[in-house]
């Protein structure tokens, strides 16, 4: 985000290796036999992990991500230096320079927490040998790479993004902050406006809340659906702290200004969280197909280690899309105006502020978002049809009520997430108010209803708050007449 009249560097110089004249050649032949050597032993140790299922353990598991991230980090350096060496081209352009620095940071990280699990791995395989099975399962070993590579992946984010704030030289006239215009209220109506959204806001984190934590206390709760289930609540609630409290301290201090760092990372986290969303909505309608469509397979195929690798992949890939987002949108020059028509630092509104030239960044979030978009829309409906399909060969009431139990709260969740975005944009008719509208639904009014839908529409749901409503009544009531533990137990608790 440079302003246009700056003097800023487009690229770098890569001064290389201090090897002496005329041994080019042999260095360049080592280090090519080295990498050679790097990328087939690592694609060996992967390919023979898994073809030979004798090798389907968790230090093998754990081995193959090793591998992985082994054969990632050379190709990170290795084939830029070899090529530089070739053709005696340094340069390095500013966006290339940012992304190697980021993948190497990544893969630098995921190979120190791989090596420290993999210790972990050891120990419980020598120290506790009969348990050795039942702590090192599959879902553990999972939930351990994926945190290894969320971990690297946030730790080369962090790492990236403040390398390019610094990366702008002293001269320059940047834009150092913007105006976020906010919702258009009537002048006179911000309190009632403030209030409005506050209720929301403290219902939608509430409500949240109270799905996660009856989730985590209830063992009949803990199944791949409400897994997954938990997991879209704690993005729902996310999703609306990244917006909703900047926006009421905005209506309620009139400060409208954002720091040029807090507008990228609230964009960053406000995308990571939009994409979580999509991708998990995708994933339950897939958990739906499988409970209705293989009834008998269920817990086979939806089992631990795939319902973790499932959310982990979400979690990813939202990270990434995001990073991406921010890092080409980094690039861009911005002029003098600096204010932003919306009440948060949204994309499509940073892009109409830039003077730079914004294709690349338009066709990547037309690629990159319409093939997401085709994805997890494609997964929903295909999920769904496949399940009506199913239903409509042998139609029976009963059927048709086990089928509606089971995905009707998954239902009227997609139906709100993307029937209201596009209810706005086909029926709005002002057309600058249609993407601050569509915002308001899918990121204050949607992460508030879907509690409430999954609670009144679900009897799992409504029993576990009956019981955790009937367990605090319990523990209430004996605290205030402690002589009852006495005549009960014969033992007085104080």
Not at 120 to 134: E, F, G, K, N, W
Not at 321 to 345: E, G, K, P, Q
């Amino acid at each position: 985000m440079r302003a246009e009249n700056q003097s800023s560097m487009s690229q770098f110089l890569l001064l290389g290796l201090p090897i002496p004249p005329g041994q080019q050649g042999v260095f360049f032949t080592l280090f090519l036999g080295m990498y050679l050597t790097t990328v087939l032993g690592n694609l060996l140790i992967i390919l023979l992990i898994r073809l030979d299922s004798r090798l389907h353990t968790p230090m093998y598991f754990f081995l193959s991500h090793l591998a992985f991230s082994d054969l990632s980090l050379s190709s990170v350096t290795v084939p830029k230096m070899l090529r530089n060496m070739q053709t005696r081209q340094q340069s390095i352009s500013y966006g290339g320079c940012i992304s190697q620095l980021y993948f190497f940071i990544l893969f630098a990280s995921l190979d120190n927490f791989l090596l420290a699990v993999m210790a972990y791995d050891r120990y419980v395989a020598i120290s506790q040998p009969l348990h050795y099975t039942t702590i090192m399962r599959e879902g553990l070993c999972v939930v351990l790479v994926a945190g290894s590579w969320v971990l690297s992946c946030g730790n080369a984010l962090l790492y990236s993004l403040l390398l390019v704030r610094l990366m702008r030289p002293e001269n320059q006239s940047s834009v150092s902050q913007f105006l976020l215009l906010g919702l258009p209220i009537p002048p006179g109506q911000q309190g009632v406006f403030f209030t409005l959204f506050l209720g929301m806001y403290l219902t939608t984190v509430l409500g949240n809340l109270l799905i996660i934590l009856l989730i985590r206390l209830d063992s009949r709760l803990h199944t791949p659906m409400y897994f997954f289930l938990s997991h879209l609540a704690f993005s729902d609630l996310s999703l609306s702290s990244v917006t909703v409290p900047k926006m009421l301290r905005n209506m309620q201090t009139q400060q409208q200004s954002i720091s040029y760092g807090g507008c990228i990372s609230q964009l960053y986290f406000f995308m990571l969280f939009a994409g979580l969303d999509n991708f998990l909505l995708a994933v339950m309608a897939y958990d739906r197909y499988v409970a209705i469509c293989h009834p008998l397979h269920y817990t086979s195929i939806m089992r631990e280690g795939l319902c973790v690798l499932l959310v982990a992949d979400s979690w990813v890939l939202s990270c990434v899309i995001a990073l991406l987002y921010c890092l080409l949108l980094v690039r861009l020059s911005f002029c003098a105006d600096n204010a932003i028509t919306h009440y948060f630092c949204d994309l499509a509104a940073l892009l109409k502020l830039s003077c730079s030239d914004t294709f690349l960044n338009e066709l990547v979030i037309f690629t990159v978002g319409g093939m997401i978009s085709f994805l997890c829309i494609g997964v929903i409906l295909g999920s769904y049809i496949r399940i009506g399909t199913i239903i409509l060969r042998v139609p029976s009431t009963k059927r048709l009520y086990k089928a509606f139990s089971t995905c009707g709260s998954h239902l009227s969740v997609v139906s709100l997430y993307y029937g209201t975005a596009t209810g706005v944009y086909f029926f709005s008719s002002s057309w600058g108010s249609k993407d601050i509208i569509a915002s308001v639904m899918y990121t204050v009014v949607t992460p508030m209803l879907n509690p409430f839908i999954y609670s009144l529409r679900n009897r799992d749901i409504k029993q576990a708050l009956e019981m955790c409503v009937n367990r605090i009544k319990f523990f209430k009531w004996h605290s205030l007449n402690p002589l009852v533990a006495v005549r009960s137990t014969g033992k007085y608790i104080s």
